[in-house]
């Protein structure tokens, strides 16, 4: 017997539009079927796009704006229509059409300026903002991707402090702090740094926002330990070790301490206390213990057991 689940053709979706379309004409004041017109639409778009009907894609996406257009107080259509342009800003970048990628960007900037508390257009516009500056990296503009992370935060501030927003930044910002460490300007990563600290204060309970925090601290500690500043080092490695005892059940926490604890000890020299470094990497051990499955912690562990080697051959 066959289970799966069978193609719905072009012809199939038409004429279910066509239907839906006819539903709504007939009920022109019923906000619930300008709701599932709406859906519909986003569906059916999807559906073009896989098809790789990119005509037939924009078409809706125009039927889509004339609906909003109509209702402009309906928020679902609305929403609709900004999670549309949201995946035709990526269809465009996709297809390097990189005006069509900056127009359906404007349009959602414009979409927020108009409906200044619309969550849901918010969060799209955020989630735009998001890739478009990882965009921007991938084609080295950096000035673009530090404006477009400014425009991240502006839009996190005015957000009234929405979550999905909220995530995007914090994603922005380590993105951010990864890069600056790349490109060798450590003052700028401890800036961003500050600032991932500074969220995951004000949002004790927010794992997603402790998690980057964490890996800011991690890659910052190793930016640290490559300038052998042991100071710094074992500061970051502290907050590590606060975080990972706070929260014993998130892996993530505990991913970033092996990385932590693994650099710390690579910035200790011959000339410390070797009870130092014999502690950090029994530390290293127990994690590495306490989670056998996780190939991240048992290559910290093979990485500090290599600096160990290195420093007994070095004093033999």
């Not at 289970?3 to 239907?19: A, H, P, V, W």
């Not at 569906?43 to 990119?54: F, I, K, L, N, Y």
């Not at 928020?75 to 990189?98: C, I, K, T």
Request: with cysteine.
């Amino acid at each position: 017997m066959f289970n799966g689940k069978k193609k719905m053709t072009g012809s199939r979706i038409q004429d279910l539009l066509t239907e839906l379309r006819s539903i709504v004409d007939q009920n022109p004041g019923d906000p619930m079927m300008r709701s599932h017109l709406s859906r519909g639409l986003f569906s059916a778009m999807t559906h073009a796009s896989m098809e790789g009907d990119s005509s037939e894609r924009e078409r809706l996406l125009d039927e889509l704006r004339e609906l909003a257009a109509e209702y402009p107080e309906d928020d679902v259509v609305r929403g609709n229509l900004a999670r549309a342009l949201v995946n035709s800003y990526n269809y465009a970048h996709d297809d390097a059409e990189s005006e069509r990628r900056d127009s359906m960007l404007q349009e959602l900037r414009t979409l927020g300026v108009e409906h200044p508390r619309d969550g849901t257009v918010r969060e799209h516009l955020a989630k735009a903002l998001f890739n478009a500056l990882n965009f921007a990296k991938e084609e080295g503009r950096l000035e673009r991707r530090d404006a477009l992370l400014d425009d991240l935060r502006e839009a996190y501030q005015g957000s009234g402090d929405n979550e999905a927003v909220r995530l995007r930044l914090v994603k922005g910002l380590f993105n951010a702090l990864s890069h600056t460490v790349d490109e060798g300007e450590p003052d700028r990563a401890v800036r961003l740094l500050d600032e991932l600290r500074e969220l995951s204060s004000q949002h004790a309970d927010d794992e997603d926002v402790r998690t980057r925090f964490s890996k800011g601290l991690a890659t910052v500690l190793h930016q640290t330990s490559q300038a052998d500043d042991l100071a710094m080092c074992q500061r970051l490695l502290d907050e590590l070790r606060t975080m990972a005892g706070a929260h014993p059940n998130e892996v993530s926490l505990r991913e970033s301490l092996a990385m932590g604890l693994s650099d710390t000890l690579n910035c200790l020299g011959s000339d410390e206390d070797p009870t130092s470094r014999t502690g950090l990497l029994e530390e290293l051990r127990d994690l590495a213990t306490s989670h056998p499955e996780l190939e991240s912690i048992q290559a910290r562990l093979a990485s500090g057991i290599v600096s160990e080697l290195n420093l007994a051959g070095n004093e033999a």
